[in-house]
């Protein structure tokens, strides 16, 4: 990575060095692993804002351009002409694949959609109101504990064992989380249905009648797995890649990915953001919202708005929108009261100043969740569908991680401000 080029930082009398490397896309990154050695002190970066935590060639995100590459392509080709599975291949292995490798690797995803039989009693512990993101980090970390023979990370083969495993339980571990939920019986994958059908008929069926898959249904799914599969270093991934780095087995670290990914600021979001989009209700109390956001003094925020990266607008959510007016135009439903409020609060925002200023606008997350309950998704399976579909980008991450020889585990340091040495005094003298 050395480019020979470097920038100096003057500590006191003392020059420090620290060389510069320059990425294929993206700003130039400071090398500043010498400084507490050579300088005597820490960076310090809560947040991470302006902090690289690694090298990756899977995904990036131009914040200012609205631009998201996985392995160099734009999402908006690979949302609207490739599919969630040919994503995972592309996330996985770096190129898109042949008919021919296609083909195998959407078998053996397919060989692995179903739980050991035993899963079935782990999930009956829960209690039947359980949130279904509770279910799903317990049941993906209790895998640890089903599939031993893939757990060992230091067997390349156990971990291509692992990933497969994983991302093709996902859609039974959160649609059976959601049976559970409801108290319908839990229904099997089937071979013959391909990946987000599979999903949908696993929620929808019930053993007392035959269940159609509806084509238009299955590739919006497909389509919002797509947008959702990965993301550069966002909190979750980087929990994983965390996780990892102590060199727990895959099922921990995706469970770590999950649970961090349920916070309503991250992946919680999809869920806050349509119980938002209820409170508010109709179009006319948008500027009581829309100042209670602009409020330093309210904690309440614009769920769906916003982004650490993204500084011009979310690529992901201008698909999502397109995708919202036609899965409803398709299912007939064209006076959804949550759509309405959602593009006027978008309109409204947008034409703010402070939104202008402050370079929030839509995410992701805005728009997902109206396509999801038209389905017939309710608002908790939200986040379960987002774990569900980042499950690969997690995965990737963490095997490049596994895969470069330089990583160590990862340990930051701080910016002490507590009590210095003080001798301890026995409770009759306090
Ligand atoms: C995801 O990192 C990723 O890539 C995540 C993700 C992925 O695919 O993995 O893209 C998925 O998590 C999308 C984001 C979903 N979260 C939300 O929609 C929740 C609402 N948004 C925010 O909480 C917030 O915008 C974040 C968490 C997304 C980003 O927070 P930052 O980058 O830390 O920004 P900040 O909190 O420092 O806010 C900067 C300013 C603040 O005002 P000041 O203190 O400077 O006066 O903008 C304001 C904030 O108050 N602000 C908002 C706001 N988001 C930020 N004000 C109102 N509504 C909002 N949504």
Same mark, same amino acid.
């Given at each position: 990575m050395a480019d020979n080029k470097s920038a100096t930082l003057r500590l006191g009398d003392k020059d420090i060095d620290l060389p510069i490397y320059s990425p294929t896309a993206g700003p130039d990154v400071v090398d500043i692993r010498k400084l507490y050695a050579e300088g005597g002190v820490f960076t310090y970066d809560p947040g991470f804002t &302006?902090? !690289?935590s690694c090298d990756s060639t899977i995904t990036f995100i131009d914040g200012d351009k609205g631009e998201l590459l996985h392995r160099g392509y734009p999402i908006d080709q690979l949302a609207g002409k490739s599919h969630y599975l040919e994503v995972c291949y592309l996330l996985l292995y770096g190129e898109l694949p042949t008919g021919a490798e296609l083909e195998d690797f959407e078998a053996r995803v397919t060989g692995h959609t179903?739980?050991?039989?035993?899963m079935t009693f782990f999930f009956r512990g $829960?209690? /039947?109101? !359980?949130h279904p993101m509770a279910i799903m980090v317990g049941v993906v970390g209790a895998m640890s504990a089903f599939y031993?023979? *893939? =757990?060992?990370? !230091?067997?390349p083969w156990q971990r291509e064992v692992a990933s497969i495993r994983l991302i093709a339980k996902m859609p039974t571990i959160a649609a059976w989380a959601y049976k559970f939920w409801i108290g319908q019986p839990f229904i099997y994958p089937r071979n013959d249905l391909d990946y987000a059908g599979n999903f949908l008929r696993m929620c929808f069926?019930? +053993?007392?009648e035959e269940y159609e898959v509806n084509p238009i249904l299955s590739r919006a799914m497909d389509r919002i797995f797509t947008l959702h599969a990965d993301h550069e270093q966002n909190a979750s991934t980087s929990t994983v890649r965390l996780a990892s780095s &102590?060199?727990?087995?895959p099922f921990a670290c995706i469970a770590a990915g999950i649970a961090c990914l349920w916070g309503p600021a991250h992946g919680g979001a999809n869920q806050a953001c349509l119980e938002m989009l209820e409170e508010i209700g =109709?179009?006319? /109390?948008i500027p009581e919202f829309i100042a209670r956001a602009k409020? /330093?003094?309210? +904690? $309440?925020r614009l769920m769906g708005f916003g982004h650490?990266?993204?500084?011009? $607008?979310d690529p992901r959510a201008t698909v999502m929108k397109q995708s919202a007016d036609e899965v409803l135009d398709l299912l007939g439903i064209d006076d959804n009261p949550k759509l309405q409020v959602a593009k006027e609060l978008e309109k409204v925002a947008l034409a703010d100043p402070y939104f202008a200023e402050k370079k929030l606008f839509p995410n992701v997350d805005f728009y997902s969740g109206i396509i999801l309950e038209a389905m017939? $998704?309710? =608002? *908790?399976m939200f986040t379960p569908i987002f774990a569900l579909s980042r499950t690969v980008g997690w995965i990737s991450q963490w095997k490049e991680q596994l895969d470069d020889p330089e990583h160590k585990i990862g340990r930051p340091r701080q910016l002490y401000q507590g009590a210095t040495l003080r001798d301890y005094v026995d409770v009759e003298d306090r």
């Amino acid at each position: 990575m050395a480019d020979n080029k470097s920038a100096t930082l003057r500590l006191g009398d003392k020059d420090i060095d620290l060389p510069i490397y320059s990425p294929t896309a993206g700003p130039d990154v400071v090398d500043i692993r010498k400084l507490y050695a050579e300088g005597g002190v820490f960076t310090y970066d809560p947040g991470f804002t &302006s902090t !690289a935590s690694c090298d990756s060639t899977i995904t990036f995100i131009d914040g200012d351009k609205g631009e998201l590459l996985h392995r160099g392509y734009p999402i908006d080709q690979l949302a609207g002409k490739s599919h969630y599975l040919e994503v995972c291949y592309l996330l996985l292995y770096g190129e898109l694949p042949t008919g021919a490798e296609l083909e195998d690797f959407e078998a053996r995803v397919t060989g692995h959609t179903m739980l050991h039989e035993q899963m079935t009693f782990f999930f009956r512990g $829960f209690r /039947r109101d !359980a949130h279904p993101m509770a279910i799903m980090v317990g049941v993906v970390g209790a895998m640890s504990a089903f599939y031993h023979d *893939s =757990t060992d990370i !230091a067997d390349p083969w156990q971990r291509e064992v692992a990933s497969i495993r994983l991302i093709a339980k996902m859609p039974t571990i959160a649609a059976w989380a959601y049976k559970f939920w409801i108290g319908q019986p839990f229904i099997y994958p089937r071979n013959d249905l391909d990946y987000a059908g599979n999903f949908l008929r696993m929620c929808f069926a019930v +053993p007392a009648e035959e269940y159609e898959v509806n084509p238009i249904l299955s590739r919006a799914m497909d389509r919002i797995f797509t947008l959702h599969a990965d993301h550069e270093q966002n909190a979750s991934t980087s929990t994983v890649r965390l996780a990892s780095s &102590s060199g727990a087995n895959p099922f921990a670290c995706i469970a770590a990915g999950i649970a961090c990914l349920w916070g309503p600021a991250h992946g919680g979001a999809n869920q806050a953001c349509l119980e938002m989009l209820e409170e508010i209700g =109709t179009v006319d /109390r948008i500027p009581e919202f829309i100042a209670r956001a602009k409020d /330093r003094d309210d +904690p $309440f925020r614009l769920m769906g708005f916003g982004h650490r990266v993204y500084k011009n $607008f979310d690529p992901r959510a201008t698909v999502m929108k397109q995708s919202a007016d036609e899965v409803l135009d398709l299912l007939g439903i064209d006076d959804n009261p949550k759509l309405q409020v959602a593009k006027e609060l978008e309109k409204v925002a947008l034409a703010d100043p402070y939104f202008a200023e402050k370079k929030l606008f839509p995410n992701v997350d805005f728009y997902s969740g109206i396509i999801l309950e038209a389905m017939g $998704f309710p =608002t *908790s399976m939200f986040t379960p569908i987002f774990a569900l579909s980042r499950t690969v980008g997690w995965i990737s991450q963490w095997k490049e991680q596994l895969d470069d020889p330089e990583h160590k585990i990862g340990r930051p340091r701080q910016l002490y401000q507590g009590a210095t040495l003080r001798d301890y005094v026995d409770v009759e003298d306090r």
